[in-house]
């Protein structure tokens, strides 16, 4: 007798994505430090982007990237409600390009490396002009941009795997 599990719903894969996500964001300061390592790198809150793309539908994947930024300064007050906003901005805008340009194009891994790359100009785009008028101060470009290319490569191979064909 073979065991057979219902297929999850849309509604139970967003519960159990936007949970992983807020726990991904709680505990992401806890495991950088105990690894020692910058685990910031991989981009964690627009992985959770990636899998709402993959594994629920638009509402829930706009949610994550209004939220999660902000939810991350309420637990943490890290990052700043400055750059949180413009991480939501990012990863918000992000989506909706994705969404935009895979209905429009036939290549779905050019949607995902076109819309990570704008969502990315845009950050930096806000992120000096914050920092050119004071709002924030650090530098522009702290993760360096050879991981921040591996990274967007490997999402967006992700997204073109595994995001299922438009019937």
Avoid at 112 to 135: E, F, H, P, Q
Avoid at 156 to 162: A, G, N, Q, T, V
């Amino acid at each position: 007798m073979e065991l057979v599990l219902p297929k999850p719903t849309l509604i139970t894969r967003s519960i159990l994505l936007n949970a992983l996500g807020l726990a991904l964001v709680y505990f992401m300061p806890a495991l950088s430090h105990m690894t020692a390592l910058p685990l910031y790198y991989a981009e964690p809150m627009r992985l959770m982007i990636v899998l709402g793309l993959v594994y629920t539908n638009r509402a829930n994947t706009l949610l994550l990237g209004l939220t999660l930024p902000i939810f991350s300064f309420l637990i943490s007050s890290h990052p700043s409600i400055a750059k949180a906003s413009l991480i939501a901005a990012e990863l918000t805008a992000n989506a909706v390009l994705f969404y935009y340009w895979s209905g429009r194009m036939k290549s779905v891994l050019a949607s995902a490396l076109i819309s990570i790359a704008v969502s990315k100009i845009l950050y930096y785009s806000l992120k000096s002009l914050m920092l050119s008028t004071g709002v924030m101060s650090g530098e522009l470009i702290a993760t360096p941009l050879a991981i921040q290319v591996v990274v967007t490569l490997l999402l967006s191979l992700f997204i073109w795997k595994f995001l299922p064909a438009k019937k």
